[in-house]
């Protein structure tokens, strides 16, 4: 033990050039411009091995000492400090890189992909919910087909279309960690797929009214309560619930709402014509607006995505009222001849592949002004006339 600690704080700074031994294999290098290293010498498995230890300027006498102690009783255990080293270093960066660490950095890069900012949560929760429970905290490098099987075989023929969700985000996350140059499988999720097999669970359409039944449902909403007024909107415009929720009166241009990008499924600005029945109903909702929203909450925001479905379920109605926009595309194909283009227009789906969309740079709008006009007449029991729209 003599031979340990032969320096002091002071001979460190003030050490001329060269090289310095404290005892036990512990020595400094003083270098000419005046900074230091330090490093240990050991023998291990009959051969010579340097481990360096820091600078004397970020690691004290004291501090150095610990850690060559630390090392030592490592090469007392017959192995080499150098690669054990190495070892925990490879360690503590799959811990920085585990899957839940790679999935959430994923999501941070994808963001500006999805609509709001993906603050809804609906891109990030299938992982959440049914793969970082289980692999969260495994390093993404050691995840492997049977891994991602055993996370979602619970609920890959009972949730089918959830579990498809969670396997496709998670291989974007494989992606994302392949980018950063982690050593990950990128066939994973395909390799997991093949294990699991086809899902048995069959594919649910959401409920729809027959459109022959709409007028009477549409009758009954006569209340002119928040809710009646915007299931009303619903109906007459074949929108999806959440542009209709978070209408704003400065959306209604004229005769037309135009639905900013970032309220719609596309991420594209899309423009509704109103029939007349329609910018009564808004006319009417205007009287309720607070903050220029047409359906407000009874406390803060707009109604809730589940106020519409409630009232409909009070009412043991099946349908859903997303179900609507299967009503008025059923209609156009069964009492109209509205051409496919300008139908599937009106719920704001596209049509065709890239190039037929690079060349087709119209909306219909004014064609669907005269298809919505006579869907309104069919909502209000109007007419029961069949409608003959020819595209041009």
């Given at each position: 033990?003599?031979?340990?600690?032969?320096?002091?704080?002071?001979?460190?700074?003030?050490?001329?050039?060269?090289?310095?031994?404290?005892?036990?294999?512990?020595?400094?290098?003083?270098?000419?411009?005046?900074?230091?290293?330090?490093?240990?010498?050991?023998?291990?498995?009959?051969?010579?091995?340097?481990?360096?230890?820091?600078?004397?300027?970020?690691?004290?006498?004291?501090?150095?000492?610990?850690?060559?102690?630390?090392?030592?009783?490592?090469?007392?255990?017959?192995?080499?400090?150098?690669?054990?080293?190495?070892?925990?270093?490879?360690?503590?960066?799959?811990?920085?890189?585990?899957?839940?660490?790679?999935?959430?950095?994923?999501?941070?890069?994808?963001?500006?992909?999805?609509?709001?900012?993906?603050?809804?949560?609906?891109?990030?929760?299938?992982?959440e919910l049914h793969i970082l429970p289980k692999l969260g905290n495994v390093p993404i490098e050691e995840i492997d087909q049977q891994d991602i099987k055993n996370a979602l075989a619970p609920i890959w023929h009972s949730k089918g279309e959830t579990a498809q969700k969670a396997l496709g985000r998670l291989g974007i996350v494989i992606q994302h960690g392949a980018a950063m140059g982690l050593?990950?499988?990128?066939?994973?999720?395909?390799?997991?797929?093949?294990?699991?097999?086809?899902?048995?669970?069959?594919?649910?359409?959401?409920?729809?009214?027959?459109?022959?039944?709409?007028?009477?449902?549409?009758?009954?909403?006569?209340?002119?309560?928040?809710?009646?007024?915007?299931?009303?909107?619903?109906?007459?415009?074949?929108?999806?619930?959440?542009?209709?929720?978070?209408?704003?009166?400065?959306?209604?241009?004229?005769?037309?709402?135009?639905?900013?990008?970032?309220?719609?499924?596309?991420?594209?600005?899309?423009?509704?014509?109103?029939?007349?029945?329609?910018?009564?109903?808004?006319?009417?909702?205007?009287?309720?607006?607070?903050?220029?929203?047409?359906?407000?909450?009874?406390?803060?925001?707009?109604?809730?995505?589940?106020?519409?479905?409630?009232?409909?379920?009070?009412?043991?109605?099946?349908?859903?009222?997303?179900?609507?926009?299967?009503?008025?595309?059923?209609?156009?194909?069964?009492?109209?001849?509205?051409?496919?283009?300008?139908?599937?227009?009106?719920?704001?789906?596209?049509?065709?592949?890239?190039?037929?969309?690079?060349?087709?740079?119209?909306?219909?709008?004014?064609?669907?002004?005269?298809?919505?006009?006579?869907?309104?007449?069919?909502?209000?029991?109007?007419?029961?006339?069949?409608?003959?729209?020819?595209?041009?």
């Amino acid at each position: 033990m003599a031979t340990l600690n032969r320096l002091s704080a002071l001979h460190v700074k003030n050490a001329a050039p060269g090289k310095y031994s404290d005892g036990g294999g512990l020595w400094l290098h003083r270098r000419a411009d005046g900074g230091g290293q330090w490093f240990l010498r050991v023998q291990i498995h009959g051969r010579r091995r340097e481990m360096g230890l820091g600078s004397i300027a970020e690691v004290s006498l004291k501090e150095v000492r610990e850690e060559a102690a630390r090392w030592r009783a490592v090469v007392r255990t017959g192995k080499d400090p150098i690669k054990e080293r190495e070892r925990l270093r490879r360690e503590a960066a799959k811990a920085d890189h585990t899957l839940a660490t790679v999935a959430r950095e994923a999501f941070e890069a994808r963001k500006a992909e999805l609509k709001n900012d993906g603050k809804s949560g609906r891109w990030f929760s299938p992982l959440e919910l049914h793969i970082l429970p289980k692999l969260g905290n495994v390093p993404i490098e050691e995840i492997d087909q049977q891994d991602i099987k055993n996370a979602l075989a619970p609920i890959w023929h009972s949730k089918g279309e959830t579990a498809q969700k969670a396997l496709g985000r998670l291989g974007i996350v494989i992606q994302h960690g392949a980018a950063m140059g982690l050593a990950v499988d990128i066939q994973a999720t395909a390799k997991a797929k093949a294990l699991l097999g086809k899902s048995r669970q069959k594919r649910s359409h959401i409920p729809a009214m027959p459109w022959a039944e709409v007028p009477e449902f549409y009758d009954s909403l006569n209340e002119g309560s928040i809710t009646h007024l915007a299931l009303r909107l619903l109906i007459l415009t074949a929108v999806r619930s959440h542009p209709v929720r978070h209408c704003h009166i400065d959306d209604i241009d004229g005769n037309t709402w135009v639905i900013p990008a970032e309220r719609m499924k596309s991420g594209k600005e899309f423009r509704v014509p109103l029939s007349t029945e329609a910018l009564s109903v808004i006319e009417q909702a205007a009287a309720f607006a607070r903050d220029g929203y047409l359906f407000p909450s009874v406390r803060k925001g707009v109604i809730s995505d589940a106020t519409m479905s409630r009232l409909m379920e009070r009412r043991e109605v099946t349908a859903h009222p997303h179900g609507f926009r299967s009503s008025f595309r059923t209609w156009c194909a069964e009492a109209t001849e509205t051409p496919r283009e300008i139908a599937e227009m009106a719920l704001a789906h596209s049509i065709g592949g890239k190039v037929e969309l690079s060349y087709r740079r119209t909306d219909y709008l004014e064609k669907r002004r005269t298809l919505m006009e006579r869907w309104a007449s069919h909502v209000t029991g109007n007419t029961a006339e069949i409608v003959q729209l020819v595209a041009k």
